[in-house]
T-cell receptor, first 115, second 110 residues
Framework: DTGVSQDPRHKITKRGQNVTFRCDPI?????LYWYRQTLGQGPEFLTY????????KSRLLSDRFSAERPKGSFSTLEIQRTEQGDSAMYLC?????????????FGPGTRLTVT | RKEVEQDPGPFNVPEGATVAFNCTYS??????FFWYRQDCRKEPKLLMS???SGNEDGRFTAQLNRASQYISLLIRDSKLSDSATYLC???????????FGAGTTVTVRA
């Protein structure tokens, strides 16, 4: 499968625990994005990497959230001291910018439930 | 005010019918416009980009009205497989930091 992959697909954790999610983009894509989606809402932008550089962070990304893309390939999103409000689907997307429109390809997401 | 607003629906239509819906966006500087489709509990997938002159892809037609800041999607000859949530997406010139609407749900019945 050459699409965007995410791991794990589901995560149940207790409030206060730390969790880490991984995203593997499509291999030649140099842009990688993290979004969060809650029920009945569209995805909300969290952060964006171009290669290994994190170029933008949403104000939604509190100090408890950190994202890395150390070698410009896969990325991790860590949430420290999880809260019930963190329960959501975390989506990763990648793209290869060029001329014309740019399609973001989404992974299947990691569904986080904080109990 | 949300950046992108959509009528959540649902739009329940019989097979073969035409269904159309709009979304509005608040940032007049937006340059990129898309419709994404999202099936239940699945990831969003690009349905089509929306160009200033309007564009068509098979049974799907998208229109952009910059003056009124709205985007429309029309589906002709609806199929059962068109049942999904359609997300209106708006962004700056480059593709990053896209703003998604909450989606319009379409259900096509036999």
């Amino acid at each position: 499968d050459t699409g965007v992959s995410q791991d794990p697909r589901h995560k149940i954790t207790k409030r206060g625990q730390n969790v880490t999610f991984r995203c593997d983009p499509i291999s030649e894509h140099n842009r990688l994005y993290w979004y969060r989606q809650t029920l009945g809402q569209g995805p909300e932008f969290l952060t964006y990497f171009q290669n290994e550089a994190q170029l933008e962070k949403s104000r939604l990304l509190s100090d408890r959230f950190s994202a890395e893309r150390p070698k410009g390939s896969f990325s991790t999103l860590e949430i420290q001291r999880t809260e019930q409000g963190d329960s959501a689907m975390y989506l990763c997307a990648s793209s290869l910018p060029g001329t014309g429109s740019y399609e973001q390809y989404f992974g299947p997401g990691t569904r986080l439930t904080v109990t | 005010r949300k950046e992108v607003e959509q009528d959540p629906g649902p739009f329940n239509v019989p097979e073969g019918a035409t269904v159309a819906f709009n979304c509005t966006y608040s940032n007049s500087a937006s340059q990129s416009f898309f419709w994404y489709r999202q099936d239940c509990r699945k990831e969003p997938k690009l349905l089509m980009s929306v160009y200033s002159s309007g564009n068509e892809d098979g049974r799907f037609t998208a229109q952009l009205n910059r003056a009124s800041q709205y985007i429309s999607l029309l589906i002709r000859d609806s199929k059962l497989s068109d049942s999904a949530t359609y997300l209106c997406v708006v962004g700056p010139y480059n593709d990053y930091k896209l703003s998604f609407g909450a989606g319009t749900t379409v259900t096509v019945r036999a």
